[in-house]
């Protein structure tokens, strides 16, 4: 099993530009999990799913859109990048009271 | 609110020192408490979890017990390594509503053992 994979794991954006980071799980897990990580910030939540055809939104939402119209499938927007939204992202699973298993991230530069 | 705080770092550490990275938290209800370790360029890895309070923790030589009456779960371990330098989180799990349970972690306490 490959776990939680993320794509692509690095990418430039000009401000204004519109891109999609991709989370596959192949555990079958029902809840996903999107967090930007930032310097001295920790990790904080963006959006979460908790099961195909739902999204939810977290502590730091604005900026973003997500879908999750398969159930391994996970995607994250941005639609009109900022400089603020330059960041590591991690997407994470998880199935029942299960801990959080979290893909390898996407190091995202807005310039 | 949910909150975790960790000391802050950078910590260095000489190998076979001795280490406590302290991590309290605030939460209402009982929390399923966390640490999660990340490796230089990699995704979060769980070290070692707790439950209920009392519940002691322990993986690859760390250690953990969850204190309720003082609300921590401090990271321990007797005699770091270098392979140990790493960034560690401390994280809570507590129900946040709609069916969902939320982490909430700490800002992460960078550790570097020098041999």
């Known amino acids: 099993n490959a776990g939680v994979t993320q794509t692509p794991k690095f990418r430039v954006l000009k401000t204004g530009q519109s891109m999609t980071l991709l989370c596959a799980q192949d555990m079958n897990h029902e809840y996903m999990y999107w967090y930007r990580q930032d310097p001295g910030m920790g990790l904080r939540l963006i959006h979460y799913?908790?099961?195909?055809?739902?999204?939810a939104k977290g502590e730091v939402p604005d900026g973003y859109n997500v879908s999750r119209l398969k159930k391994q499938n996970f995607l994250l927007g941005l639609e009109s990048a900022a400089p603020s939204q330059t960041s590591v992202y991690f997407c994470?699973?998880?199935?029942?009271?299960?801990?959080?298993?979290f893909g390898p991230g996407t190091r995202l530069t807005v310039l | 609110g949910n909150s975790v705080t960790q000391m802050e770092g950078p910590v260095t550490l000489s190998e076979e020192a001795f280490l406590t990275i302290n991590c309290t938290y605030t939460a209402t209800g009982y929390p399923s408490l966390f640490w999660y370790v990340q490796y230089p360029g990699e995704g979060l890895q769980l070290l070692l979890k707790a439950t209920k309070a009392d519940d002691k923790g322990s993986n690859k030589g760390f250690e953990a017990t969850y204190r309720k009456e003082t609300t921590s779960f401090h990271l321990e371990k007797g005699s770091v390594q270098v392979s140990d330098s790493a960034v560690y989180f401390c994280a809570l799990r507590a129900y946040s509503g709609a069916g969902s349970y939320q982490l909430t972690f700490g800002k992460g306490t960078k550790l570097s053992v020098i041999p």
């Open positions: 994470a699973s998880r199935q029942g009271t299960d801990t959080q298993y």
């Open positions: 799913s908790v099961g195909e055809g739902t999204t």
